[in-house]
């Protein structure tokens, strides 16, 4: 495999090349051309020469083909040699300016056009982000009225069941990149979705390191968060008086290890069959070890997700 500088080098080689080419033809031209114009026009093949050069082998080149045409052509001018010094330089600098103001210009709008491709393809990258992403929110929206809205619950608890995970969904996609090439800071979503449901900022601590979460599990941690606080909230450590949380995490061996603990919260006998509440902070992130104890002063979550390169396993 080349490598990158030797690449260039390559590249660059055979743009001089292609560029001495096509001045080559254009003296080849202007050759020719004495058989019907003798020493009329000068630099008639020259300027074509320098337009092709800017256009096909870059910069550099273009700038020695101007620089051989401006000599070759003020040669051209008069090859009898007659003429005053002042005519050749004025021949050699009027043509230098409008060869250079030609290369100039070819340059700015190749720069532009590249720029303008190189847009088009973030845009088309983007597009397909963000239908690959709402197929997923409409499939994610779409499981959770499913397994939510079921016979023996009351419209009240369904609807405000429904409204909390799917506005955690919401919460998350705020988080989120355009590009989503880039998932959310641990830190913030935890902030977005936990912090305002304590009901004392002393009763949560939070503590870890800056983390950003891979694009592909921002959204499905974002619903185990939500979970879990909500739980808090209506069951556990939140539903008392003095009941703490704490939250930690630490990333090693290309994994996050994530821990939800609650202390002082009320004695609860694990269900006799698991909700979705349950089933999702359980199976929500593919690849993840999600370990999840009704201990006796309060639960614990422990998560730990590989994060393979910036995507979960």
């Not at 870059?58 to 083909?65: A, D, H, M, Q, Y």
């Not at 405000?160 to 995970?165: D, E, L, P, Q």
């Not at 997700?305 to 910036?310: I, K, N, Q, R, V």
Request: hydrophobic share 50%; charged share 15%.
């Amino acid at each position: 495999m080349r490598s990158p500088s030797r690449t260039a080098l390559r590249n660059s080689i055979r743009n001089y090349a292609l560029a001495l080419l096509i001045f080559a033809a254009a003296v080849l031209a202007r050759l020719l051309l004495d058989y019907v114009v003798a020493e009329r026009l000068p630099f008639i093949t020259f300027f074509p020469a320098v337009l092709l050069a800017a256009y096909y082998c870059g910069l550099g080149p273009s700038i020695l083909v101007l620089t051989l045409s401006a000599v070759s052509g003020t040669v051209w001018a008069d090859q009898s040699g007659t003429s005053p010094t002042s005519f050749y330089v004025a021949s050699f600098i009027l043509f230098v300016v409008l060869a250079g103001v030609m290369v100039a210009l070819v340059h700015y709008l190749m720069k532009s056009l590249a720029r303008l491709r190189q847009q088009d393809q973030q845009l088309a990258m983007i597009n397909r982000e963000l239908k690959h992403r709402i197929k997923n929110l409409f499939s994610i929206a779409n499981s959770i009225c499913l397994q939510t809205i079921k016979p023996g619950k009351s419209a009240e608890e369904m609807s405000k069941a429904v409204t909390g995970r799917i506005m955690a969904i919401a919460a998350a996609q705020d988080l989120l990149s355009a590009t989503a090439s880039e998932g959310a800071e641990l830190r913030e979503l935890v902030t977005a979705l936990v912090t305002p449901l304590a009901p004392d900022p002393s009763r949560l601590e939070v503590g870890g390191p800056a983390m950003r979460l891979p694009a592909d599990t921002t959204t499905p941690f974002a619903l185990i968060l939500h979970e879990l606080a909500t739980n808090a909230l209506k069951y556990g450590a939140w539903s008392q008086d003095a009941g703490l949380i704490k939250l930690s995490w630490v990333t090693e061996y290309a994994a996050l290890n994530f821990r939800w603990r609650e202390y002082d919260g009320p004695v609860v006998a694990p269900p006799m069959r698991e909700g979705l509440g349950s089933t999702l902070i359980r199976k929500s992130l593919p690849g993840a070890t999600v370990i999840h104890d009704l201990k006796a002063d309060g639960l614990e979550c422990q998560i730990n997700l590989p994060l393979d390169g910036g995507t979960a396993a």
